[in-house]
Nanobody
């Protein structure tokens, strides 16, 4: 199971940290990705993390340099630190997980958490 949390209302330029609490499997062997979705648009992958022995974190171009993904394997939690937020970052954010390598394809992930809403507005 995955449970995403940490969303909320933030002003432009502000920061939020999302959490994805994972239960039932170990982060040592799974890739965990963050997706986001705006009404009327496709759900898009924005960041992904897996075991360091498998590869480096991934970032979609629009979030590079502003978002940072990390994992705490003892707590089995993946975080997404989001800085310099803009109104274009407003979306429902989802975490997803599956065995293996990172991907930004939705079909690559069998396990999904419920979304958490991030609203960036003044």
């Amino acid at each position: 199971q995955l449970q995403a949390s940490g969303g909320g209302l933030v002003q432009p330029g502000g920061s939020l940290r999302l959490s994805c609490a994972v239960s039932g499997f170990s982060l040592d062997y799974y890739a965990v990705a963050w997706f986001r979705q705006v009404p009327g648009k496709e759900r898009e992958g924005i960041s992904c993390i897996t075991s360091p022995s498998v590869g480096r974190p991934w970032y979609e171009d629009s979030v590079k340099g502003r978002f940072m993904i990390s994992s705490d394997n003892r707590e089995n939690t993946v975080y997404l630190q989001m800085d310099s937020l803009t109104p274009e970052d407003t979306a429902v954010y989802y975490c997803a997980a599956d065995e293996g390598r990172c991907s930004f394809l939705r079909r690559a992930y069998r396990f999904w958490g419920k979304g958490t809403l991030v609203t960036v507005s003044s």
